[in-house]
């Protein structure tokens, strides 16, 4: 969701607050800081999400240094202006997406309809239940909808670096993912914010010596890995267990 337009509009109004209060100079210069810091961190807004909550004192608090001026009717209508972009993104956000799913059968449906990757977890889900570990390329927000243990980030000891660094066929990312306790392997067709085709360091063809292949849709393919690599399977020896396009 993009920001509300009110930070930007309140500006003039913060400047007051700070000439007048103590309160709202310490604020600006908490939030200050920690823009200064953002520069240092990933470019990603929701890293500015600690800011809103002291941004958001600080406009209130010049609001209230400001309503002595003013008259009821005017400081009312200020308070409903700062309120009122929630208020609109929300309603656009419900006639753009529908209604929000109240049973089972409808949270399944709108999930599979917003998140390419949803069906490949979902039938995941239904087929192993809980007794699975799952390691996802570039899927990381899917982690909130598997039932069983779910690996692969941007850091940490399942980091893409650290499984996809230096590999350059499927037996060494089979051998570094048994070496994590993976089962199966997720390959979404598209990164989930960049929405360019996801390429493996190595041919396709690479996987099937060590992966069979057992749910693949429009979304991505899901690979079960095999007990043992062996050299003995040929490219072509894979048994598609479900495949919905």
Same mark, same amino acid.
């Given at each position: 969701?993009?920001?509300?337009?009110?930070?930007?509009?309140?500006?003039?109004?913060?400047?007051?607050?700070? &000439?007048?209060?103590? $309160? &709202?100079?310490?604020?600006?210069?908490?939030?200050?800081? /920690?823009? #200064?810091?953002?520069?240092?961190?990933?470019?990603? !807004?929701?890293?500015?999400?600690?800011?809103?909550?002291?941004? !958001?004192?600080?406009?209130?608090?010049?609001?209230?240094?400001?309503?002595?001026?003013?008259?009821?009717?005017? &400081?009312?209508? $200020?308070?409903?202006?700062?309120?009122?972009?929630?208020?609109?993104?929300?309603?656009? @956000?419900?006639?753009?997406?529908?209604?929000?799913?109240?049973?089972?059968?409808?949270?399944?449906?709108?999930?599979?309809?917003?998140?390419?990757?949803?069906?490949?977890?979902?039938?995941?889900?239904?087929?192993?239940?809980?007794? /699975?570990?799952?390691?996802?390329?570039?899927?990381?927000?899917?982690?909130?909808? %598997?039932?069983?243990?779910?690996?692969?980030?941007?850091?940490?000891?399942?980091?893409?670096?650290?499984?996809? *660094?230096?590999?350059?066929?499927?037996?060494? $990312?089979?051998?570094?993912?048994?070496?994590?306790?993976?089962?199966?392997?997720?390959? =979404?067709?598209?990164?989930?914010? !960049?929405? !360019?085709?996801?390429?493996?360091?190595?041919?396709?063809?690479?996987?099937?010596?060590?992966?069979? $292949? &057992?749910?693949?849709?429009? *979304?991505?393919? #899901?690979?079960?890995? @095999? =007990? %043992?690599?062996?050299?003995?399977? *040929?490219?072509?020896?894979?048994?598609?267990?479900?495949?919905?396009?």
């Amino acid at each position: 969701p993009p920001f509300s337009p009110v930070y930007l509009a309140a500006l003039p109004l913060l400047i007051y607050g700070a &000439v007048k209060l103590k $309160l &709202v100079r310490r604020l600006l210069a908490i939030a200050a800081l /920690y823009a #200064l810091i953002f520069t240092w961190l990933p470019a990603d !807004s929701r890293y500015l999400l600690p800011l809103l909550p002291l941004v !958001s004192l600080a406009v209130e608090g010049s609001l209230a240094a400001a309503r002595r001026g003013l008259a009821r009717p005017v &400081v009312v209508a $200020l308070w409903f202006a700062c309120l009122l972009p929630g208020w609109l993104y929300a309603g656009y @956000r419900l006639a753009r997406q529908g209604p929000i799913p109240m049973t089972p059968v409808s949270r399944e449906a709108y999930l599979a309809r917003r998140l390419p990757l949803y069906r490949a977890i979902s039938w995941l889900n239904r087929t192993q239940g809980r007794g /699975y570990s799952l390691y996802a390329l570039y899927a990381e927000n899917m982690v909130h909808f %598997a039932d069983g243990r779910f690996l692969g980030d941007w850091n940490g000891r399942a980091s893409f670096e650290r499984v996809l *660094g230096g590999t350059r066929d499927g037996q060494t $990312l089979h051998r570094k993912l048994r070496r994590l306790g993976v089962s199966h392997l997720l390959v =979404p067709t598209q990164g989930f914010e !960049s929405g !360019s085709p996801i390429a493996l360091p190595f041919a396709e063809a690479e996987l099937r010596r060590g992966f069979q $292949l &057992v749910y693949q849709d429009a *979304g991505a393919r #899901l690979y079960a890995l @095999r =007990p %043992a690599m062996s050299a003995g399977l *040929g490219a072509g020896r894979t048994s598609l267990v479900s495949s919905r396009r």
